[in-house]
């Protein structure tokens, strides 16, 4: 059974930057797709960066695109989301998530069927 736990969240303050960990056991090689996504107070679960198994092809939602970077860390199992210039619009509950299929788009919540509790990130002004 693949199981993720997030970890790195916190508070910042804007254009401060952090770098959120997902660690993953039990990886099975069923697992195409590796996201993470976010969910603020009020509002849906969006889809914020993606990264193919193996390929690491990258997909970014435009509110992120130059600023967030997905990556992940083969002998760790560990999947990393850097993010940079930080503004308070990125406060929220960041989740990761894996699947069994990579779409080549934006990630969509049901596109995963494994998530991790999430982390929450704070950036004040």
């Known amino acids: 059974e693949v199981q993720l736990v997030e970890s790195g969240g916190g508070s910042v303050q804007t254009r401060g930057s952090m770098r959120l960990s997902c660690e993953v056991s039990?990886?099975?090689?069923?697992?195409?797709?590796m996201a993470w996504f976010r969910q603020a107070p009020g509002k849906e679960r969006e889809g914020v960066a993606q990264?193919?198994?193996?390929?690491?092809?990258?997909y970014y939602a435009d509110s992120v695109k130059d600023r967030f970077t997905i990556s992940r860390d083969n002998v760790k199992n560990t999947l990393y989301l850097q993010m940079n210039s930080l503004t308070p619009e990125d406060t929220a509950m960041y989740f990761c998530?894996?699947?069994?299929?990579?779409?080549?788009?934006?990630?969509?919540?049901?596109?995963?069927?494994?998530w991790g509790q999430g982390t929450q990130v704070t950036v004040s002004s």
């Open positions: 039990g990886f099975i090689d069923s697992t195409k797709a």
């Open positions: 998530a894996a699947g069994s299929w990579f779409y080549a788009r934006i990630p969509r919540v049901t596109d995963f069927g494994i």
């Open positions: 990264i193919s198994i193996p390929g690491g092809m990258r």
